[in-house]
C-alpha cells in the first residue's frame, strides 16, 4: 500500500529567531538553511523580508537549495489600506522566494481587541491578500494565529477564516495554537472537525509547547488529518519554544503507527544526519547541546552500567527503543568504545576517507580524538579540523609551512583626530621550504591582527588564499577562573562561497584562536590541491 505524503515545514530561521537570547547572522542563517535541506525538510522559512536588515538581505542575495522551498513569513494587508498601498506586503511579494506565508488572527476576540477591526474586514483582507499572492505566482500559506483559541471560542469564525484562505487559492492552511496551551485531546478534537470543510491534504499544524505538549499535539493533528507539520530544530521559539522537529522527524519514520502510513523528503539517510544538524545549530548559537535530547543528545543512548550494561550487549533493543544510528547518536558505555569506533568510521566516510574498518590506525585515531574532546575540543561543528586531524594520523597531510613564532602588541592610544583607540598588531614569523618569511598585520582586535599577518605572505600559496574570507568567529569558555580553558570555533569562506568550520582550545584564547586560523589556511590548501614546495 502507498504511503501518504506528509510536509515537513521549519520555522528556525523566523519564529526560532524569537528565542530569547538568539540572533542570527546572515551567514548563520544560510549555514542552518544549508543543514535543513539536505536533512530533507520540504519548507524553510528564513525569516520577515522588510522587517530588518538581515531578512531584507537574504531574501534579496536569495542562494540555491537542493529541494527546500525558501519561505518568506509576513502579514496580511493592512486594515484601511489596499494591497498596492502596503509597503510591508509589497515587501514580501518582491522577495525572492518560493513560497510567501502570511499570518492573520482566526480568533474574534483578537480581531475586535487586537486589530480593532470588524470580522468581516478581517476576512476581506484574508481573501486579498492570499489572492495577490497567488496571482504573484507564488505558494500561499496562511497561519491562522490563535486558532485553537479561537475555534473554542466561536467555532464558525475560526472555521470562516480557514474557509476563506482556502477558497482564495491557499496550497496550506495551518492551524495554530499560538498560546500553546491547548492539550492533545483538544487538539485532535478540533482537527477532526475542521477536515469535514477543508481536505487534510490542504492543512498545517503549528504548535508551541507553553504546555511541554508541542510534539504530542502535532502528532495527535497528523492523527485527525493534518498534512504538514511545522516546527523548529532542537524546539528554538519564544517562551517555552516551538514543535521540535528533531523529536517529530524521527517519531514519524520510526514508530510504525507513523511510519507505516507516512512518508516525507527525510529517507533513513537523510534521518542520519540529524544529529548533525541539531549540533552544527548549537555550535552556531554559540551554546552546549542539550545532553538529554530525545534521539540526539548524548545521553539519550548511554547507559552507566550494571544490568542496562549487561542487557544491551546481548541485544541493546533491551534498553533502547530505535537504534541510536538511526538519527546518527551513538550509544554510549564505559565498558566498550566499540560504538566510538563506529562514529569515527562513519564520519571517515561522510568526509570522503576511504580506509578499511581493521585498519589499526582508527584505533589511534578514535583515541586522539577522546583526548582531544577531554581537554576541550569539539568536532561536530568543525568538520575541517576533524577531516585536518583524521588526516595528519593516517599519514596524508603536507607540511605546506612552518610558524617559528607570533607575537601580538595591543596598544591604547589618542589617534589624529584626538579619539581614543586600540589598535593591534602582529607579526608572524613562517617558514616555507627552508626559508623564512616574517609578516606585519594590523587588526582592530589581535585575532584579526593575526588573521592579516597569517595571510599577508604565504609565498607558493598565497594564490590559493587569497580569496580566503573569516566570516564568523565565536568564543566559549570551558571552565572558570581568569585561567579558563577557551574554545574558538572559526567559520571561513571562500570566493566561490564553499564554507567550512574549524576549532582551537588553549588556555590563551590568542593562542586557541591562531590554532583555529592555521587549520583553516590548511585545509584550503589541501582541498584545493595545493602541492608541497619544493
Known amino acids: 500500500m502507498s504511503r501518504e505524503r506528509l510536509y515537513l515545514y521549519d520555522t528556525t530561521l523566523r519564529d526560532g529567531a524569537q528565542t530569547q537570547g538568539v540572533d542570527f547572522s546572515l551567514e548563520d542563517k544560510w549555514v542552518i538553511a544549508e543543514q535543513l535541506d539536505l536533512l530533507g525538510i520540504d519548507y524553510i522559512e528564513a525569516g520577515y523580508p522588510g522587517a530588518n536588515p538581515i531578512d531584507t538581505a537574504l531574501f534579496a542575495e536569495r542562494r540555491s537549495l537542493k529541494a527546500a522551498s525558501l519561505c518568506a513569513f509576513g502579514m496580511t494587508k493592512r486594515p484601511g489600506r489596499s ?16 513560497a510567501v506565508c502570511l499570518v492573520a488572527k482566526a480568533w474574534d476576540f483578537h480581531v475586535e481587541v487586537a486589530l480593532g477591526i470588524s470580522p468581516e474586514e478581517n476576512l476581506q483582507g484574508i481573501k486579498e491578500s492570499i489572492e495577490a499572492v497567488v496571482a504573484k505566482g507564488r505558494e500561499a500559506l496562511l497561519d491562522s494565529e490563535h486558532f485553537f483559541d479561537g475555534y473554542k471560542a466561536n467555532p464558525d469564525y475560526a472555521l470562516a477564516c480557514a474557509k476563506t484562505a482556502y477558497d482564495a487559492g491557499a496550497r496550506w492552511i495551518v492551524l495554530c495554537d499560538t498560546n500553546g496551551g491547548s492539550l492533545p485531546y483538544e487538539i485532535e478534537a478540533i482537527v477532526s472537525e475542521v477536515v469535514k470543510h477543508i481536505p487534510g491534504d490542504r492543512l498545517g499544524i503549528h504548535t508551541h509547547n507553553d504546555t511541554d505538549n508541542g510534539v504530542a499535539n502535532s502528532l495527535a493533528a497528523v492523527r485527525a488529518g493534518v498534512r504538514q507539520i511545522q516546527g523548529t530544530l532542537n524546539g528554538l521559539g519564544e517562551r517555552c519554544g516551538n514543535a521540535n522537529l528533531t523529536s517529530i522527524i524521527p517519531t514519524l519514520m520510526l514508530k510504525s503507527d507513523f511510519a507505516d502510513r507516512f512518508e516525507s523528503g527525510v529517507t533513513p539517510d537523510k534521518l542520519r544526519t540529524l544529529t ?48 541510536p544510528e538511526a538519527t546518527g547518536n551513538s550509544r554510549r558505555m564505559l565498558v566498550s568504545d566499540q560504538a566510538g569506533r563506529s562514529n569515527i568510521l562513519a564520519e571517515l566516510e561522510r568526509i570522503g576517507i576511504a580506509i578499511p574498518k581493521d585498519d589499526s590506525r582508527i584505533a589511534r585515531l578514535l583515541d586522539e580524538v577522546k583526548q582531544r574532546e577531554a581537554y576541550g575540543y569539539a568536532y561536530e561543528a568543525a568538520d575541517a579540523s576533524f577531516a585536518l586531524l583524521a588526516k595528519r594520523t593516517l599519514g596524508n597531510v603536507p607540511q605546506f609551512f612552518d ?52 595571510r599577508k605572505d604565504l609565498g607558493p600559496y598565497q594564490g590559493f588564499i587569497d580569496d580566503l574570507e573569516l566570516v564568523d568567529y565565536k568564543v566559549r569558555i570551558l571552565t572558570g577562573g581568569t585561567d579558563a580553558v577557551t574554545r574558538v570555533l572559526i567559520e571561513s569562506r571562500d570566493g566561490e562561497g564553499n564554507r567550512w568550520h574549524t576549532v582551537g582550545v588553549s588556555p590563551n584564547i590568542v593562542d586557541a584562536s591562531f590554532e583555529a586560523l592555521l587549520d583553516s589556511i590548511n585545509y584550503k590548501l589541501l582541498r584545493d590541491g595545493a602541492v608541497m614546495a619544493s
Open 276 to 323: 548533525h544538524a541539531s549540533r552544527v545549530l548549537d555550535e552556531v548559537l554559540n551554546r552546549s547541546p542539550n545532553r538529554h535530547a530525545p534521539y540526539v543528545g548524548e545521553a539519550a543512548f548511554a547507559h552507566k552500567g550494571g544490568i542496562h550494561v549487561s542487557a544491551v550487549q546481548k541485544d541493546s533493543r533491551t534498553y533502547e527503543h530505535v537504534p
Open 83 to 98: 494591497l498596492a498601498n502596503d509597503p510591508g506586503f509589497q515587501a514580501l511579494l518582491e522577495a525572492d522566494a518560493s
Open 403 to 454: 610558524v617559528d613564532s607570533f607575537r601580538v602588541l595591543v596598544e591604547r592610544r589618542h589617534n589624529a583626530l584626538g579619539d581614543l583607540v586600540t589598535i593591534s598588531e602582529a607579526t608572524v614569523k613562517v617558514r616555507i621550504d627552508g626559508q623564512t618569511v616574517m609578516s606585519v598585520g594590523e587588526g582592530n582586535g589581535p585575532v584579526n591582527a593575526l588573521d592579516n599577518a597569517l
